[in-house]
């Protein structure tokens, strides 16, 4: 069984996940991979440097995120051609993940699972963690140092909450939940979930 599982920043996505581990998924966090793609010595670094050019990347940095990040902001081409070598990339370090898994009932954490629109057909199921956007905002900022207006900016450019919506066979409301709450939710839906033998 193959979980995709999503959410905004700040909705919880990264708590759920923990919660899976404990309800015995194996769980395969493509964030992660792609970080670790573009690391210092990071194995999607010389196809970087040849599309981008060499200053896009540095020997302490790996990819030199700040530069990136600007270039794909002001030019979607840019964009595509970024992706065009880190997709496939991702996709075959994700199926690596996947055939070393222990366990049948696999989770991926995917923040922009909808608005990468490649994933679904990969998934089982997609479950969403959802909360209303000033809780997103209040829990981004109690975390971290970011400021109002750029928790706001992260927002503007993900997915809305109705469009991640639509895309869910499971939601998860996590608004006014415990910690507790929250697994007890997580753990019922593994039991559901989970594939029978
Ligand atoms: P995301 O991965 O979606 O960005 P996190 O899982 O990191 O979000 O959650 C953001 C913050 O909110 C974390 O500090 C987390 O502990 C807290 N949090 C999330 N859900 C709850 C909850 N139901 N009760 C209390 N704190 C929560």
Request: charged letters at 20%; aromatic letters at 4%; hydrophobic letters at 45%.
């Amino acid at each position: 069984m193959r979980i995709g599982l999503t959410g905004g920043i700040g909705s919880g996505k990264s708590t759920v996940a923990g919660f899976w581990l404990e309800a015995g998924a194996s769980l395969i966090d493509t964030d992660a991979i792609s970080r670790q793609l573009t690391a210092p010595g990071g194995p999607a670094l010389p196809a970087l440097a040849a599309e981008f050019g060499p200053a896009m990347v540095s020997t302490e940095e790996g990819l030199v995120r700040s530069a990136m990040r600007a270039l794909v902001f002001s030019d979607p081409a840019a964009r595509q051609r970024l992706e065009a070598i880190l997709h496939p990339m991702i996709s075959a370090e994700t199926a690596r993940a996947e055939a070393a898994a222990d366990s049948d009932l696999i989770v991926f954490d995917v923040p922009l699972l909808v608005e990468s629109g490649r994933w679904r057909q990969r998934l089982d199921r997609v479950l969403v963690v959802d909360c209303p956007e000033a809780l997103q905002i209040e829990r981004v900022m109690q975390r971290s140092a970011l400021s109002r207006e750029a928790v706001q900016a992260v927002l503007q450019a993900q997915a809305t909450r109705a469009q991640r919506r639509a895309c869910a066979d499971a939601l998860i409301h996590n608004e006014g939940l415990s910690l507790d709450a929250l697994r007890g939710q997580v753990l019922t839906l593994a039991r559901h979930w989970r594939p029978t033998k």
